[in-house]
């Protein structure tokens, strides 16, 4: 069960579900697979729609590397994910808007 409060994302992989979280160190290793740019770069491509597969890609790996599990880009890239590309885009969307959302105050 993921908590989104603590800015985690859930995506189904092979059947399975996975947590996801980025991390300060998964951010530096998405920072340095990033082709263009730099993470706010990236946030900005999420939030006008114009983010490549690519991007997906290093945004959902760095979150299991985040989440702390072994699955590598590469398996990733080879795997099924479960709902499909949309899912995968729609996983990688939320996980940015949880890491960066500022919490609610009191």
Request: without cysteine; aromatic residues 4%; glycine residues 12%.
């Given at each position: 069960m993921?908590?989104?409060?603590?800015?985690?994302?859930?995506?189904?992989?092979?059947?399975?579900?996975?947590?996801?979280?980025?991390t300060?160190?998964?951010?530096?290793?998405?920072?340095?697979?990033?082709e263009?740019?730099?993470?706010v770069?990236?946030?900005?491509?999420?939030?006008q729609?114009?983010?490549s597969?690519?991007?997906v890609?290093?945004?959902l790996?760095?979150?299991l590397?985040?989440?702390?599990?072994n699955?590598s880009?590469?398996?990733l890239?080879?795997?099924?994910?479960?709902?499909?590309?949309?899912?995968?885009?729609r996983v990688?969307?939320?996980?940015?808007?949880r890491?960066?959302?500022?919490?609610?105050?009191?």
């Amino acid at each position: 069960m993921v908590n989104p409060h603590a800015g985690e994302a859930e995506l189904g992989v092979n059947g399975t579900a996975y947590a996801l979280k980025l991390t300060l160190g998964s951010l530096a290793s998405l920072e340095a697979v990033l082709e263009e740019g730099t993470l706010v770069d990236l946030v900005q491509r999420f939030e006008q729609g114009r983010f490549s597969a690519r991007d997906v890609l290093a945004l959902l790996a760095a979150g299991l590397q985040g989440g702390g599990h072994n699955l590598s880009r590469e398996d990733l890239a080879a795997a099924t994910i479960d709902g499909g590309p949309m899912q995968a885009a729609r996983v990688a969307a939320e996980l940015l808007v949880r890491s960066f959302a500022v919490p609610d105050q009191p």
